[in-house]
């Protein structure tokens, strides 16, 4: 069997770049168009920029860490890279889509494999009704935003808000408030991954609020609609001893 063809795609940090001309050097390259699987040389900020660029034409993805933070990364080894990827285990991602409605009515949309997440824009704290599949659960979150986050986005801004971490085949999503002040004793749901999650915002115009899918970023928005789009699949190759499952079960014992 012959060896897949390999595409580089390095961050801009100098340890990065000095990876991709040793890997290239010793596998040979292609461009990432002609290439069977993708290696990604970075921390998780480059690996999602890599996931958004290649969604119209998906290959597997295989990230070595040389960056800061590398939860969705390999250990960095130049030596038997055929034989890893050949040993590797699969996950396949599914992102989210945002549809955006801004103050003038116009909807944008937005994919996220991490998270989306709404954030107040001044110093006033926003004012959000959160509908589920139709129906409205929370009439009124008063808080400093919200976020609905993918299993392998868990890990990320979630944790950080004290959202929970999600196993990979679990089925499901976290919607996670960021600093609630009413109600004071909401903390949060998991919900169906194929669930519709609608966010109307209230008293807009005082109290403004922005949404995010991963780096893209909409300003003003008056409603906001979420949903996994399964018709968009991404797969990420891991070491055996390291694939993402068993590194989201292990992050939820670290002390």
């Avoid at 944008?108 to 004012?127: D, G, I, M, P, Y």
């Avoid at 996670?176 to 169906?192: D, K, M, Q």
Wanted: hydrophobic share 45%; with cysteine.
């Amino acid at each position: 069997m012959s060896a897949p063809k390999l595409a580089f795609i390095a961050a801009d940090s100098a340890e990065a770049k000095e990876a991709e001309a040793a890997l290239t050097a010793r596998y040979g390259a292609r461009d990432w168009q002609s290439a069977d699987i993708l290696v990604v040389l970075g921390g998780d900020g480059t690996m999602l920029r890599v996931m958004h660029r290649v969604i119209s034409e998906p290959k597997p993805i295989f990230g070595m860490h040389c960056g800061t933070v590398g939860f969705l990364m390999n250990r960095f080894e130049p030596d038997d890279l055929p034989r890893r990827l050949s040993q590797a285990k699969r996950s396949t991602i599914h992102p989210l889509l945002m549809r955006a409605k801004d103050r003038n009515g116009r909807e944008e949309r937005a994919l996220a494999f991490n998270e989306v997440s709404l954030l107040r824009q001044t110093a006033q704290a926003a004012k959000i009704a959160i509908h589920i599949d139709g129906v409205q659960r929370l009439p009124e979150l008063i808080c400093d935003g919200i976020i609905m986050a993918t299993p392998a986005g868990s890990t990320a801004y979630n944790l950080s808000a004290h959202g929970p971490i999600l196993p990979l085949g679990a089925g499901v999503l976290a919607l996670t408030p960021i600093s609630a002040f009413r109600p004071r004793r909401w903390r949060g749901a998991i919900l169906p991954h194929r669930a519709e999650v609608r966010f109307a915002i209230r008293d807009r115009e005082k109290r403004p609020v922005s949404a995010t899918a991963d780096f893209r970023e909409i300003r003003d928005v008056r409603d906001v609609t979420v949903t996994e789009d399964g018709s968009v699949g991404l797969t990420l190759l891991f070491d055996p001893e390291h694939h993402l499952e068993e590194r989201i079960l292990r992050e939820q014992f670290q002390v």
